[in-house]
């Protein structure tokens, strides 16, 4: 089926090895869960075999042509992801293992900071219901360390942030404010204006969970006109292992390091240590050096197919399953029901079956979902349900793979009666 807006997906497709593959005695995979993790492209699986081939070596330390050609490469992945996010410097792109570490990091940091960014028995945290854990336990800790009263915007009943009472939320006692960009369990797009609009009003700092974005639409950092931007590395094509904390410059040389060890120190002695600028101040110890070449070479790729256009190739794909799914008889979509102001995950009820019976009814047909709550339990907490089937899109998914979803339901369905 042709629908407007769609990549070439037939040439896309190539690039990806595993979306060749048969499962179960023959049947063609369709992969529904990039959600939870992407496809790489041979562009990146070759990238991360030439740097063990030829390249692999500690940064930084070493004068040697192998340590000096790693650090060009890890530096200049540093580079690309600047780039990415449109951050005005590179000092301020920050690589952890995962999204969930630069949260953390952000939280310690807070906790550990001194005035006026210190978080204390004072002061109030923000997040929302429909956060990923990694973006819940964090401040829950830094709560239960601090004193701090942990708050939170609720859902309404089609699956966005309720900000009626935004202001009773966000007060004068709120030191930071942390919510995700695009949910990975609703698909709910957030409307981060208005959110950033009031924390700053209040001089509360703002941390946003960019995960389920970076991989699909456009990011730029500049105009969220956040304080901390956070990313995974294993979504957006790149390798497991790697992930980005992107924060403001006076920020990251005001507030204290989370971890401690080589490479994040200036001087070192029995007494005391000072520590080294941004970046590096936060990167203690031997980092995922390859995972970071990875990443820059899943930047050069989805670069050169342009977001823009991914993202609405992924607006077609997602307008046309959520079609298709309300056809099917006692499907629920648990979030919006629309495509506009959303992104590519859908996560759905059937009648009565569970969604784990659903996922492995679809897997035996090929048809890889994610079941459960997807590190959302709040979530399904607030709709009255025990778990999700979730379909999540990229920017190789086809009209054809939602029709064989469909296919696919009606076969669940069938087998249970």
């Not at 996010?85 to 939280?107: G, H, M």
């Not at 590096?280 to 990443?295: D, M």
Request: proline share 5%; aromatic share 6%.
């Amino acid at each position: 089926m042709l629908l407007p807006g769609l990549l070439d997906t037939d040439a896309i497709r190539k690039d990806f090895p595993i979306l060749d593959r048969t499962v179960h005695g023959g049947k063609k995979l369709v992969y529904l869960d990039n959600a939870a993790t992407s496809q790489k492209p041979r562009q990146v699986l070759d990238v991360l075999n030439e740097h063990y081939e030829q390249h692999n070596a500690n940064v930084h330390r070493g004068v040697h042509v192998l340590a000096e050609e790693a650090t060009a490469l890890y530096e200049g992945a540093r580079d690309k992801v600047a780039a990415f996010i449109n951050a005005p410097s590179r000092d301020e792109v920050i690589f952890t293992k995962n999204a969930s570490e630069s949260l953390n990091l952000v939280a310690n940091m807070l906790g550990w900071a001194d005035e006026p960014y210190r978080v204390d028995h004072d002061t109030e945290i923000v997040i929302t219901e429909m956060e990923h854990h990694s973006n819940i336990v964090p401040w829950q800790l830094l709560s239960q360390r601090t004193g701090a009263k942990l708050k939170w915007f609720g859902l309404t009943d089609d699956g966005r942030l309720d900000l009626s009472d935004i202001d009773e939320i966000i007060t004068e006692k709120t030191k930071v404010v942390s919510f995700v960009l695009v949910s990975n369990i609703l698909g709910t797009l957030n409307p981060v204006e208005a959110i950033v609009r009031r924390a700053q009003q209040v001089g509360a700092l703002v941390v946003i969970d960019a995960s389920q974005a970076a991989p699909h639409m456009p990011l730029d950092v500049q105009a969220l006109q956040a304080d901390f931007v956070a990313f995974t590395g294993h979504k957006m094509c790149g390798p497991d292992g790697i992930g980005v904390l992107w924060g403001r410059q006076e920020l990251l040389e005001d507030l204290p390091p989370f971890l401690g060890g080589g490479e994040m120190i200036e001087t070192v002695s029995m007494h005391s240590s000072t520590y080294a600028p941004a970046p590096h101040k936060f990167e203690a110890g031997t980092p995922p050096i390859a995972q970071a070449v990875g990443l820059g070479a899943a930047v050069d790729y989805l670069t050169s197919i342009g977001m823009e256009r991914i993202a609405r190739h992924e607006h077609a794909i997602t307008e046309y399953a959520i079609q298709r799914l309300q056809e099917v008889p006692d499907l629920r979509i648990i979030g919006p029901v629309t495509a506009e102001d959303r992104g590519a995950a859908i996560s759905f009820t059937l009648g009565d079956i569970h969604p784990h019976d659903v996922g492995q009814v679809l897997d035996e047909q090929g048809i890889a979902v994610r079941v459960g709550h997807h590190c959302a339990r709040p979530v399904c907490l607030r709709y009255g349900i025990p778990a999700t089937t979730r379909a999540s899109f990229y920017l190789y998914s086809t009209p054809a793979e939602v029709d064989a979803l469909i296919e696919g339901l009606e076969h669940v369905r069938n087998f249970f009666g």
